[in-house]
């Protein structure tokens, strides 16, 4: 192929203006519905991952479970909870070998929080231990976490989210100046020592608009002391341990409650469900990148028919090229040529069209640019062109001269 | 080597079409043309002289019959090496001009060159002498549809000489043109064949045929007049059956 047939096929397009660009719209349409479609099932494995990392690495969460129906009936809404009696079992290297750490919390529900005037209610308050920055994977940007000290004191002491703040101060507010003003929550004055570092969403809800409290504190001031907690996160010895930990909560608050069953406690091993998710949307790119990939097949059938049309309309300058000494090849080329640089327009409009598609969010997932898509995507295009344009190139290379000149 | 006929036509039909609207277009044509001739085919409207040419151009293969180009029979060339012949020995002038539309008339002349595989800047040189020879030098970019007919034909002349053939065939070249334009047109063919090429050209005219020097005339196929006419022979002769 030489620099020429490229030039004859480029005028062929050209001159067909309308149909050249109808043609490429289908090619485009298939490339980046591709690249989008596929952007969205990685978007939300990407979510996922993210949620799985948001969770802090090799976690259980427990929470006490027969929500309504059970024994206890009437205004009770659990019918069992998980005391402070079962979190100190659970500490017990004795019963529990594979657990490393445990992170209770208490949570306030609907405490609003006023800072300088302005106030907000955070998704989370909550009481805690002061491991739970590490365990739960809560970084602290600007100021401290707590500490035991702060937690025997019943300080009132809160450490917020980046959410919180902007709630408050506004989206431009600079996160360190809060750091030590006093807060209100739920009435009672608080002093913020902290600002977790930004997490962002986890696919789900935003991880950044909670304010989290020594558990003593909130005892003493916004949850009232029941004895109970609402929720655990248990860290496992190391990843290969989450299992055994999980029979472990298990058998040990079935030991502590003699008559709670094995389903009134939900042990969550977050990281397997997640992963399980992970694998499902990789089943979802799958599909929807087949859907797509139909979509491009049938641009690259657009492709065969408007060649087909040009090859007719044609006839007799494929004639006149033959009377002048064109050998198949020549002519084979140049429908081909025309084909596949139709195809490799629309396949690179496709992929400007889908890289810009992809800046959207859809279906409250974000979609990421797969390099692997966008390649195999305009890589089809180009391949369906050639695939396509082969029989109608062919079909005019094999014309005999006499007849496509005599064509009207 | 001048012994061999350029071209020896042996006994060839055509027919179109089967049984009930079966068309013989040529019933047993003979002739030989020597290398260097200059011959005007003539005859009335359907009587067979664009399908003859087109036998003699390798665009359409004979019924029956033999035909030898340069001796060699050309029922034996596979369609790569008619390709070549159509390339590098013919140069074919059509009636309507045939250029390729959209296209430049340095693009449309240097195109056999581009089929025979000549590097560009030769390719360049030689399609824009062969415009110069026409007298188009300085219509290099102009498309078709922006030349007159005679201009356009002059164009298809650069067109069929520039892979330099020794056989120039013209399907009534001069059909759509004006006079003014026709007279240029032949006064091309004339030193064409001066060159030495073999030059047919088929006509209704007959101050286009006065200027060849041998007339084959057909009717219904079939060769019925051959003349050699030494130097100018008066058109009379020649337009007499008419
Ligand atoms: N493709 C074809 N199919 C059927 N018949 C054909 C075909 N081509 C030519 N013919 C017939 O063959 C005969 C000879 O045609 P041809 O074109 O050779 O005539 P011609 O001498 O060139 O006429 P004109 O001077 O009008 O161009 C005519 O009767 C024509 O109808
Ligand atoms: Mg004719």
Same mark, same amino acid.
């Given at each position: 192929?030489?620099?020429?047939?490229?030039?004859?096929?480029?005028?062929?397009?050209?001159?067909?203006?309308?149909?050249?660009?109808?043609?490429?719209?289908?090619?485009?349409?298939?490339v980046?519905?591709?690249?989008?479609?596929?952007?969205?099932?990685?978007?939300?494995?990407?979510?996922?991952?993210?949620?799985?990392?948001?969770?802090?690495?090799?976690?259980?969460?427990?929470?006490?479970g027969?929500?309504?129906?059970?024994?206890?009936?009437?205004t009770?809404?659990?019918?069992?909870?998980?005391?402070?009696?079962?979190?100190?079992?659970?500490?017990?290297?004795?019963?529990?070998?594979?657990?490393?750490?445990?992170?209770?919390?208490?949570?306030?529900?609907?405490?609003?929080?006023?800072l300088?005037?302005?106030?907000?209610?955070?998704?989370?308050?909550?009481?805690?231990?002061?491991?739970?920055?590490?365990?739960?994977?809560?970084?602290?940007?600007?100021?401290?976490?707590?500490?035991?000290?702060?937690?025997?004191?019943?300080?009132?002491?809160?450490?917020?989210?980046?959410?919180?703040?902007?709630?408050?101060?506004?989206?431009?507010?600079?996160?360190s100046?809060?750091?030590?003003?006093?807060?209100?929550?739920?009435?009672?004055?608080?002093?913020?020592?902290?600002?977790?570092?930004?997490?962002?969403?986890?696919?789900?809800?935003?991880?950044?608009?909670?304010?989290?409290?020594?558990?003593s504190?909130?005892?003493?001031?916004?949850?009232?002391?029941?004895g109970?907690?609402?929720?655990?996160?248990?860290?496992?010895?190391?990843?290969?341990?989450?299992?055994?930990?999980?029979?472990?909560?298990?058998?040990?608050?079935?030991a502590?409650?003699?008559?709670?069953?094995?389903?009134?406690?939900?042990?969550?091993?977050?990281?397997?469900?997640?992963?399980?998710?992970?694998?499902?949307?990789?089943?979802?790119?799958?599909?929807?990148?087949?859907?797509?990939?139909?979509?491009?097949?049938?641009?690259?059938?657009?492709?065969?028919?408007?060649?087909?049309?040009?090859?007719?309309?044609?006839?007799?300058?494929?004639?006149?090229?033959?009377?002048?000494g064109?050998?198949?090849?020549?002519?084979?080329?140049?429908?081909?040529?025309?084909?596949?640089?139709?195809?490799g327009?629309?396949?690179?409009?496709?992929?400007?069209?889908?890289?810009?598609?992809?800046?959207?969010?859809?279906?409250?997932?974000?979609?990421?640019?797969?390099?692997?898509?966008?390649?195999?995507?305009?890589?089809?295009?180009?391949?369906?062109?050639?695939?396509?344009?082969?029989?109608?190139?062919?079909?005019?290379?094999?014309?005999r001269?006499?007849?496509?000149?005599r064509?009207? | 080597?001048s012994?061999?006929?350029?071209?020896?036509?042996?006994?060839?039909?055509?027919?179109?079409?089967?049984?009930?609207?079966?068309?013989?277009a040529?019933?047993?044509?003979?002739?030989?043309?020597?290398?260097?001739?200059?011959?005007?085919?003539?005859?009335?409207?359907?009587?067979?002289?664009?399908?003859?040419?087109?036998?003699?151009?390798?665009?359409?293969?004979?019924?029956?019959?033999?035909?030898? &180009?340069?001796?060699? *029979?050309?029922?034996? #060339? $596979? @369609?790569?090496?008619?390709?070549? +012949?159509?390339? /590098?020995?013919? %140069?074919?002038?059509?009636?309507?001009?045939n250029?390729?539309?959209?296209?430049?008339?340095?693009?449309?002349?240097?195109?056999?060159?581009?089929?025979?595989?000549?590097?560009?800047?030769?390719?360049?040189?030689?399609?824009?002498?062969?415009?110069?020879?026409v007298?188009?030098?300085?219509?290099?970019?102009?498309?078709?549809?922006?030349?007159?007919?005679?201009?356009?034909?002059?164009?298809?002349?650069?067109?069929?000489?520039?892979?330099?053939?020794?056989?120039? &065939?013209?399907?009534? *070249?001069?059909?759509? #043109? $004006? @006079?003014?334009?026709?007279?240029? +047109?032949?006064? /091309?063919?004339? %030193?064409?064949?001066?060159?030495?090429?073999?030059?047919?050209?088929?006509?209704?005219?007959?101050?286009?045929?006065?200027?060849?020097?041998?007339?084959?005339?057909?009717?219904?196929?079939?060769?019925i007049?051959?003349?050699?006419?030494?130097?100018?022979?008066?058109?009379?002769?020649?337009?007499?059956?008419?």
């Amino acid at each position: 192929m030489n620099f020429s047939s490229v030039t004859i096929a480029l005028r062929g397009i050209i001159a067909n203006k309308m149909r050249s660009a109808l043609t490429t719209l289908g090619i485009m349409i298939g490339v980046a519905s591709v690249i989008v479609l596929v952007g969205v099932g990685s978007g939300s494995a990407a979510a996922s991952r993210k949620q799985l990392e948001g969770l802090g690495s090799n976690t259980l969460t427990v929470i006490a479970g027969g929500f309504g129906f059970g024994r206890g009936g009437g205004t009770q809404s659990r019918k069992v909870t998980i005391t402070d009696a079962d979190v100190k079992a659970l500490e017990d290297k004795q019963n529990a070998p594979d657990i490393a750490q445990i992170v209770p919390t208490v949570n306030a529900s609907n405490a609003t929080a006023v800072l300088d005037g302005a106030s907000t209610t955070p998704q989370q308050v909550q009481g805690t231990t002061p491991n739970f920055s590490s365990v739960r994977n809560y970084p602290v940007q600007y100021g401290r976490f707590f500490t035991q000290a702060d937690y025997d004191a019943h300080a009132n002491v809160v450490v917020v989210g980046s959410t919180v703040v902007k709630n408050l101060l506004g989206e431009q507010a600079d996160l360190s100046s809060v750091v030590g003003k006093p807060i209100k929550i739920g009435g009672k004055t608080f002093s913020i020592i902290g600002v977790f570092k930004t997490k962002g969403s986890n696919g789900i809800q935003d991880q950044d608009n909670l304010a989290i409290m020594p558990l003593s504190t909130i005892r003493d001031t916004l949850s009232g002391n029941s004895g109970t907690v609402d929720g655990l996160t248990i860290q496992a010895a190391n990843a290969g341990a989450t299992t055994a930990a999980q029979s472990e909560v298990t058998s040990v608050l079935l030991a502590q409650h003699k008559n709670a069953s094995q389903s009134d406690y939900l042990v969550l091993n977050q990281a397997s469900l997640l992963s399980t998710q992970a694998q499902n949307n990789r089943t979802f790119t799958v599909l929807l990148g087949a859907v797509a990939g139909i979509s491009l097949l049938v641009g690259g059938i657009g492709v065969m028919n408007i060649m087909l049309v040009t090859v007719t309309e044609r006839t007799r300058e494929i004639g006149i090229r033959k009377a002048i000494g064109a050998q198949h090849s020549h002519i084979l080329i140049q429908f081909l040529v025309e084909a596949v640089l139709l195809a490799g327009i629309g396949g690179m409009l496709g992929v400007a069209a889908g890289v810009a598609g992809t800046h959207f969010r859809i279906v409250n997932v974000q979609p990421l640019v797969e390099p692997y898509a966008v390649f195999l995507a305009f890589g089809f295009a180009v391949f369906t062109g050639l695939f396509f344009g082969i029989y109608p190139a062919n079909r005019a290379a094999t014309l005999r001269p006499i007849d496509a000149l005599r064509y009207e | 080597m001048s012994d061999t006929p350029v071209i020896a036509l042996r006994d060839i039909t055509k027919t179109y079409g089967e049984s009930a609207t079966t068309v013989h277009a040529l019933r047993g044509v003979s002739i030989d043309i020597a290398h260097g001739e200059y011959l005007a085919i003539m005859g009335a409207s359907g009587s067979g002289k664009s399908t003859l040419m087109h036998i003699i151009g390798c665009l359409d293969q004979p019924t029956d019959g033999q035909y030898f &180009l340069d001796g060699v *029979p050309v029922a034996t #060339l $596979d @369609s790569f090496a008619l390709g070549v +012949v159509r390339n /590098r020995k013919i %140069g074919f002038v059509f009636q309507s001009f045939n250029l390729i539309p959209r296209t430049t008339a340095f693009a449309n002349v240097e195109l056999p060159l581009v089929y025979a595989g000549v590097k560009k800047a030769e390719r360049r040189e030689r399609a824009r002498s062969a415009l110069e020879s026409v007298g188009l030098g300085d219509r290099l970019d102009h498309t078709p549809n922006q030349l007159s007919g005679g201009q356009q034909q002059r164009v298809a002349i650069a067109r069929a000489i520039v892979t330099n053939p020794s056989i120039v &065939l013209a399907d009534e *070249p001069t059909g759509a #043109l $004006d @006079s003014e334009s026709t007279a240029e +047109v032949l006064d /091309r063919f004339d %030193g064409l064949h001066r060159e030495g090429r073999t030059v047919i050209v088929i006509t209704h005219e007959h101050d286009v045929a006065e200027r060849a020097a041998r007339v084959i005339r057909l009717r219904d196929g079939a060769v019925i007049e051959d003349v050699r006419q030494s130097g100018h022979l008066p058109s009379s002769r020649v337009g007499a059956q008419r």
